[in-house]
């Protein structure tokens, strides 16, 4: 199993940029997939970014040249880098875990993007 801690969210203008950490409990090179998902008021929840097994790295379309998913193994965190932020990007941004069939998620952390 594992834990997963997020931090880094706030109020940001637009084109602005914030940058979000997610602090796993076990070694993230033992983990299946990690990255970001986000889910914004009366949406479904979607896909940000992610590592998938393989190596393979995932984007959504809407945050693609964009958004940037980076890993620090020594730190067991994941990030993600956000540019040119737009207020549709205003959401909680959760961090996912998925180790065999074993599924986590962090408590998420509110993104605004408002002037």
């Known amino acids: 199993q594992v834990q997963l801690v997020e931090s880094g969210g706030g109020l940001v203008q637009p084109g602005g940029s914030l940058r979000l950490s997610c602090a796993a409990s076990r070694s993230i090179d033992s983990i299946n997939t990690i990255g970001w998902y986000r889910q914004a008021p009366g949406k479904q929840r979607e896909l940000v970014a992610a590592?998938?097994?393989?190596?393979?790295?995932n984007y959504g379309d809407s945050v693609k040249g964009r958004f940037t998913i980076s890993r620090s193994t020594p730190k067991n965190t994941v990030y993600l880098q956000m540019n040119s932020l737009k207020p549709e990007d205003t959401a909680v941004y959760y961090c996912?875990?998925?180790?065999?069939?074993?599924?986590?998620w962090g408590q998420g952390t509110q993104v605004t993007v408002s002037s």
């Open positions: 590592f998938t097994s393989g190596g393979n790295t």
């Open positions: 996912y875990a998925r180790i065999g069939t074993f599924e986590a």
